[in-house]
């Protein structure tokens, strides 16, 4: 008698578990993610915030290595040319920028999809990508935190997590600066 109290005890078990399985959705860390909720770039007109385009050149040596980087908030206009991995800055222009002229800007490359995500992207982490072009990384920062980056590379076969309409947005953060391509035009990336 003591083998089928025992018997029934586990097949009661294995029940218990398999119903708390199917309750719970069986996939503990699908249930362990949270998703994040979709950035809508308008909400952070009025914050401190900037968005960056970065264009960083293929991979090679530190002193040949070139980057371009594209800041852009209420106040300032940023574009850098960097030399290397470790951002020494070549060439820098800043300039004055309106709150008026941001939210234009910001609405614009919202349009655009800048905040659009390929979330079925394999590769999450573009270095190393492409190494004989280039990368785009589009960045979203408020009160110095980033809250979104995306990238894309030059390399259509490598797909990146950036999914918004890439030659928009390119074009409209290059306008931000008068004469960028009379700027970069040395620049070899």
């Known amino acids: 008698m003591t083998a089928r109290y025992f018997a029934t005890f586990i097949a009661v078990v294995v029940l218990l578990v398999f119903g708390v399985v199917l309750l719970t959705g069986g996939d503990s860390k699908e249930a362990t993610t949270a998703q994040k909720a979709p950035i809508t770039l308008a909400d952070y007109i009025d914050k401190n915030s900037e968005v960056t385009m970065t264009i960083d050149g293929k991979a090679n040596a530190e002193e040949l290595h ?65 190494p004989l072009g280039q990368r785009f990384i589009f960045e979203l920062h408020e009160n110095g935190e980033q809250k979104q980056r995306l990238w894309k590379t030059s390399c259509g076969s490598t797909g990146g997590t950036f999914a918004g309409n890439f030659s928009t947005v390119r074009t409209l953060f290059q306008r931000q600066i008068p004469d960028f391509d009379k700027q970069t035009a040395g620049v070899q990336l």
Do not use: H, W
């Open 66 to 130: 070139r980057v371009i980087r594209v800041k852009i908030s209420p106040n300032q206009r940023v574009m850098d040319v960097i030399q290397g991995y470790n951002n020494t800055v070549l060439q820098n222009v800043t300039l004055t920028n309106s709150k008026a002229s941001y939210d234009t800007f910001m609405r614009s490359i919202a349009s655009s999809g800048f905040t659009r995500e390929n979330k079925g992207a394999k590769q999450k982490d573009e270095r190393g990508l492409c």
